[in-house]
């Protein structure tokens, strides 16, 4: 399969409405740290939008400059910070990366609080949340 890499500009790219974008190499606001189990039941049944590359420089909790990957799912994007610290192996012929730390995940967006707003018909049922004002709507109807 060919894959075809296009350059893109943050200006670009639509970020969520919870999520704010800031510098090239600042973490986006709000983030919370998530267990890596956590990062598999969010983001398990997505495919994210865009994946933005940064290198984080100015974060209290690293403490020095990481490499990071965020995914945008819409209304909230994921965070991996991987370890500066690891090694390729060759075993047997094959590569294998070895990080010496564990790799780190971060839920970035609003915490939502989601309270139906709206009702169109029977089946139309529109929700907004009350910490950053992001809306959708489902249809019930199947
Ligand atoms: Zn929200």
Redesign the pocket.
């Known amino acids: 399969m060919a894959e075809k890499f296009v350059a893109i500009y943050d200006k670009e790219i639509v970020w969520p409405a ?1 999520v704010t974008p800031n510098g090239y190499n600042d973490f986006p606001e709000p983030f919370r740290e998530i267990s890596v189990d956590e990062y598999i039941h969010v983001t398990g049944s997505q495919i994210g939008y865009f994946r933005v590359f940064r290198q984080i420089l100015d974060l209290d909790i690293f403490k020095c400059v990481k490499n990071c990957d965020i995914t945008i799912y819409g209304s909230f994007a994921i965070a991996i910070v991987y370890p500066n610290d690891w090694k390729c192996n060759n075993i047997k012929g094959e590569y294998h990366i070895k990080y010496k730390d564990k790799l780190r995940y971060f839920y970035i967006g ?1 915490k ?2 989601y309270k139906e707003v709206a009702t169109s018909g029977n089946c139309m049922h529109r929700y907004k ?1 009350f ?2 004002g ?1 809306e959708y709507t489902v249809d019930s109807s199947g």
Do not use: E, G, V
């Open positions: 919870s609003c939502h609080h949340c910490n950053c992001h």
